[in-house]
């Protein structure tokens, strides 16, 4: 087929073609091309047709419909009617007041806005700059958008993958996928083609762009570029995959419109009741109503929500977890399923010798990572790799047969070259070698490079009185045809082929990728190395175990996230054996095998949904299998959460209900699209992340608990004034005033209260609960009827003793605001008693805003200009002293039903508030 006669199609992709199962030259003869390359005119006619090798950019909202979208609240519907109301009667203080809020609202949700757009241009930075292609059989560079179907591309090490690329020659070539894939190593690339059903990660054949080629060369073709590459279909998955709404949203969503149904039937009713019943006029039950419905609205309620939750980000920032959006900080209390990566979230992403096997016997080396510390562990005794001759041979040639490097910068190792050479090399290192000594006293004089067709590498070394060694490392299945002995204590012996197949089985079950090495003298005037040297005759040292390890804070968190009644799954790309090891480490998937991607593939939705509430380990998994299994447990019920760092995971981060991705290692995908990043790649932040968003749920709870009833006292002492015929006690700009200054300011308080004890001892919090469950819902209606039974007393006293209107308002506004005060006391504690040291003290955020209050309510009762605004009076001592004694009073009363719903048992909302005592 030939671009030359086609139309442009209208993507960039070549005819379509399973690529990884053609042979080359089918492959070259489907997109019309050969060795030599393009010609520039036919490439230029390519480009014109398929477009440039980029990916095309998502559709994005202006600046004015974004903050437009952010007043799409019911509960912002409910505060923007009150500010009409109240702008339509000429009560302009109230309605500058009320839309403030919201426009405070709206501006912070602005300003989070734009992460899912960032997520894509993430990906699209992810393709190379430049690409070396050889057209009209010359080589030459170019930037990467010019790439099309059809160019020869030459890679070398170093180079990052341009475009999806079906590889045509091969020499040593090996090409890091761990941010596409999951594949902790590098993976070794061919150009003989795949099985049709070779998942992502087992396509040798090809390399994928914003890929890394670690080592060696290849020359290969393009065959997708821009949206039709890997990397284009994931950044596709993420443009289509719809973000979910946190149970926090929800659930206000819920709470507002059960508000707003409430305020308008209660509206209603009185106006009824006050134009029948008590025969007073349209126009002064309008206002009634009116006054009503601003008693009835928690206006503060979006700032104290939004506020505590920016309390949260910013305690959690502490803790190196940085949230992207404010919400999602209560979520992390209510999260049933943490879906991990393995490679660089519960792993270190750094290859590490665990085990050696030699002749002589079997010893563990401790230590982690590229920091060539740890001992050497036979039976239960340490000992010293120099005075163990088969220890100290092994680790020369580990060291010598080796390309890697390793750099100390600061306190920390960083490594240069292939990780599975560096955990060889920091083996060496451990053993007491240095690697500049080493190399000088025998440097290298030939090599055969490792390539997947033989599956080994050789180097030759020289001592300078010319002596030379043959040092050889590879797959043990290779090698141990290649030797005829193996090396003892002080000789070489004959080859122990049962004791090396066994030492191989059970290196291998423990999840560690297995490595061969050997050794064998070579004449003087050998200068040249041929796999004829290589291929018999050699002795052999041992075998290395090599895995990517745990981190050792995440095999706590884990038992700590269990202890929470969360569940961890793992999900990689990496070999179903590596998972299974890696997850008896961590205590994950104890109690089921791991389930393959390609197991995965023959399930319906609804098998899907059974394997995951069995299963914790998942392994060769794809973008689309992590997407799915997300799917499949939010299906079920839970509420997930999606920890990674690669490509790959990004997907899945923006549909799990918080995703989390790495600061460190975590690529700009990943990052953009996660609703929290770890700026220590630890997974053991999750779990105090997990701690912060129970707090924050749990403050919240706290502010709702206190704002309501003050907004039910409020509107009951307007309803039984208007029962009882009344001039109301409080005029609406009053109930405002209390609202927005003494209500809020005390309520936010509650924000910095600290983590309650047991917090991390009880389960998780169900999905389906309310905000007003049965115990707000009474403690709403039993503090609701005492500030009723409070303001109107007051407010009457003072009126039959001759107080003025005026003054007698003052004082029912002056009882309301010290009601709240001493409820602040009771309500910070919901099981143990207000009557403590730490109760009386309260936080510093406590006192500091119980003294705000008392100024500014000694402006709102004494200044002349407040006495204007909202018509008040000042009062005398005696009238402060009564007010104080009427809240005491209402804090001696809860307090007193406090001890009998504790002692005769909680029940409905009662019991999570005795498990957290």
């Not at 949700?109 to 241009?121: H, K, M, P, V």
């Not at 096997?357 to 790799?385: H, K, N, Q, W």
């Not at 992340?689 to 704002?707: P, Q």
Request: proline share 5%; with cysteine; charged share 20%.
């Amino acid at each position: 087929m030939s671009y030359r006669s086609n139309p442009p199609p209208e993507t960039t992709e070549a005819p379509k073609a399973e690529w990884h199962t053609l042979p080359v030259a089918a492959v070259l003869a489907a997109l019309d091309t050969s060795p030599r390359g393009l010609d520039p005119a036919d490439a230029e006619r390519r480009l014109a047709a398929t477009g440039p090798n980029l990916l095309a950019p998502p559709g994005r909202h202006g600046p004015l419909r974004r903050f437009a979208r952010q007043f799409h609240n019911v509960l912002i519907y409910v505060l923007l009617c009150a500010a009409a109301v109240t702008a339509a009667l000429g009560h302009w203080l109230d309605t500058a007041v009320i839309f403030g809020v919201a426009l405070v609202n709206s501006v912070i949700g602005f300003l989070q806005e734009g992460r899912a757009e960032r997520a894509l241009d993430a990906i699209s930075r992810m393709l190379s700059v430049h690409a070396v292609v050889r057209r009209d059989g010359r080589r030459r560079e170019l930037p990467a958008e010019q790439l099309v179907p059809g160019d020869i591309v030459l890679l070398a090490s170093g180079d990052k993958v341009p475009a999806d690329l079906r590889l045509i020659e091969t020499r040593s070539l090996q090409v890091e996928e761990a941010a596409l894939t999951g594949e902790s190593t590098p993976v070794s690339k061919a150009a003989e083609p795949n099985a049709p059903d070779a998942v992502v990660g087992d396509r040798t054949g090809m390399a994928f762009s914003g890929t890394l080629v670690t080592s060696g060369q290849a020359v290969a073709v393009v065959v997708a570029t821009g949206d039709s590459t890997e990397i284009g279909r994931i950044s596709h998955l993420m443009a289509n995959v719809r973000r979910l709404e946190t149970p926090l949203t929800r659930k206000m969503a819920v709470f507002a419109r059960w508000i707003t149904a409430a305020i308008l039937v209660f509206a209603g009713l009185t106006f009824a009741f006050g134009v029948l019943v008590r025969d007073y006029s349209w126009d002064e039950m309008f206002m009634a109503a009116v006054s009503l419905a601003v008693a009835a609205i928690p206006e503060g309620l979006p700032a104290i929500l939004t506020i505590t939750l920016a309390i949260g980000v910013q305690r959690m920032a502490r803790r190196s977890a940085i949230m992207r959006r404010l919400p999602v900080v209560e979520t992390l209390g209510s999260v049933t399923v943490i879906c991990s990566d393995k490679t660089g979230t519960l792993t270190r992403n750094e290859m590490t010798v665990q085990h050696v096997v030699t002749p002589l016997g079997e010893y563990r080396v401790e230590g982690t990572g590229y920091v060539p510390r740890g001992a050497f562990i036979a039976g239960a005794s340490e000992v010293d790799p120099g005075s163990r001759p088969d220890l100290d041979l092994l680790a020369r040639a580990a060291l010598l047969c080796n390309d890697a490097e390793l750099h100390r910068q600061a306190d920390a190792w960083h490594l240069e070259g292939d990780p599975t050479e560096g955990a060889l090399l920091t083996l060496a290192i451990k053993a007491g070698l240095d690697a500049a000594v080493e190399h000088k006293a025998l440097p290298r004089t030939d090599l055969i490079p490792f390539e997947s067709e033989h599956r080994f590498m050789a180097t030759l070394n020289h001592d300078h009185a010319g002596n030379g060694l043959l040092f050889v490392k590879g797959a043990p299945e290779r090698l141990l045809d290649m030797c005829d002995a193996e090396q003892g204590d002080t000789s070489k012996r004959p080859l122990d082929r049962a004791f090396w197949a066994n030492a191989i089985d059970r290196l291998a079950a423990r999840g560690e990728r297995v490595l061969a090495l050997a050794f064998r003298p070579v004449a003087p005037d050998l200068r040249a190395l041929t796999f004829t040297d290589v291929e018999r005759g050699l002795t052999l040292l041992g075998l290395v175990g090599i895995i990517d390890p745990p981190r050792p804070e995440a095999i706590t968190a884990v038992a700590q996230c269990r202890a929470a009644g969360i569940r961890v799954k793992m999900i990689t790309g990496d070999h179903a054996g590596t998972a299974a090891a890696i997850g008896r480490q961590l205590g994950i998937g104890l109690d089921c095998a791991p389930t393959t991607g390609a197991e995965l593939e023959h399930l319906d939705t609804a098998q899907l949904r059974e394997l995951v509430a069995r299963t914790d380990v998942f392994a060769r998994s794809s973008p689309e299998h992590k997407l799915r299994i997300v799917e499949a447990l939010q299906a079920n019920g839970e509420v997930v959460a999606m920890t990674g760092d690669g490509v790959n995971d990004a997907p899945a981060l923006k549909r799990a209900d918080i995703g989390i991705a790495m600061g460190i290692k975590g690529t700009e995908a990943a990052k953009e699209a996660a609703d929290m990043v770890l700026a220590d790649d630890n997974f053991s932040s999750i779990e105090r992340a997990v701690e912060e968003g129970r707090t924050v749920y749990d403050n919240l709870k706290k502010s709702i608990m206190f704002l309501l009833p003050m907004n039910g006292g409020e509107s009951g002492a307007l309803i039984a004034a208007i029962m009882l015929g009344t001039v109301l006690p409080i005029t609406p700009i009053q109930i405002l005033w209390v609202n927005m200054v003494s209500s809020v300011a005390l309520a936010l308080a509650l924000a910095f209260e600290p983590t309650e004890t047991g917090v991390m001892r009880r389960p998780p919090r169900p999905v389906g609960e309310p905000i007003l469950s049965g115990f707000l819902v009474w403690r709403v209606l039993l503090v609701a009827a005492l500030f009723v039974v409070g303001i109107f007393a007051m407010f009457e006293l003072a009126l039959k003793r001759g107080a003025s209107l005026e003054e007698a308002r003052t004082i029912a506004v002056n009882t309301l605001v010290a009601m709240e005060v001493f409820y602040l006391f009771s309500v910070r504690f919901l099981v143990n008693p207000a009557f403590t040291l730490a109760g009386v003290r309260g936080t510093p955020a406590v006192l500091i805003a119980v003294a705000l209050v008392i100024v500014l309510q000694s402006l709102f009762t004494y200044a002349p200009f407040m006495h204007t605004l909202f018509g008040t009076s000042p009062l005398g001592l005696l009238d402060l002293a009564t007010i104080t004694l009427v809240g005491l009073t209402v804090l001696i009363l809860l307090e007193i039903e406090k001890v009998i719903r504790v002692r005769f048992g909680a029940r409905d909302g009662f019991r999570w508030h005795r498990a957290a005592g």
